[in-house]
Every structure is written in C-alpha cells, then in structure tokens.
C-alpha cells in the first residue's frame, strides 16, 4: 500500500511561515483527491485542506483560508506541500496528509509548535 511520510514541521514564532512536505514512499498519490489534515492537543483529528488529482481545484478549512496554501507535484505525483503563514498558536498541532476521504494508513505527522 506504500506509506505516507509528513516533514517540515518545527517550532515557529507566531506570525511565521512553515513548509510542509507530504512524500509517499513506495506509491503514488494515484487519481485522488489529497489533504492535510491537523491534530491539536487533546482534540480530534480535523481537516485543513486538500487538491483534487488534477491540482485544478483547492479546498481550505475556514480557519486557514488567506494563509495556507497546498500544491502537489503532479509531475512525480508522489509528494504535496503546505504553505503555512501567519501562524498562531491556534495552528499548533501535529499535520498528516491522506487522500479525501482519507483511504491510506496514517502516517507520524509532523509537529507543528507555534510559540506566542
């Protein structure tokens, strides 16, 4: 099935910026629709935002929309970003990526920390 692997997260200052990585290892992200999700201390697991397979169409969650962007490398179609900026400590969570619905095995995440 292959593995999905998250990087890029770190400790950041609020108002920052941080790049995230989503690399699938041993597969390709197919024809689906791919996404971010976040995890919060002591909260459920919530979505952030995801691209359709062609990269035509984006989708963000209302509390990222203007400071977060995804793209996806169609072109390997094996890895995705997230453009991250103006972070508050609101963001402070760890990030997974998964098809939408959400299809693979969950990888580690990645931490984000946003210190205010």
């Known amino acids: 099935q292959g593995q999905l692997v998250e990087s890029g997260g770190g400790l950041v200052q609020a108002g920052g910026s941080l790049r995230l990585s989503c690399a699938a290892a041993?597969?390709?992200?197919?024809?689906?629709?791919m996404a971010w999700f976040r995890q919060g201390p002591g909260k459920e697991r919530e979505f952030v935002a995801a691209?359709?397979?062609?990269?035509?169409?984006?989708?963000y969650a209302d509390f990222v929309k203007g400071r977060f962007t995804i793209s996806r490398d169609n072109a390997k179609n094996t890895m995705m970003y997230l453009q991250m900026n103006s972070l508050s400590p609101e963001d402070m969570a760890i990030y997974y990526c998964?098809?939408?619905?959400?299809?693979?095995?969950w990888g580690q995440g990645t931490q984000v920390t946003v210190s205010s």
């Open positions: 691209m359709s397979w062609t990269g035509s169409n984006t989708y």
């Open positions: 041993g597969r390709t992200f197919g024809y689906y629709s």
């Open positions: 998964n098809t939408r619905p959400p299809t693979l095995s």
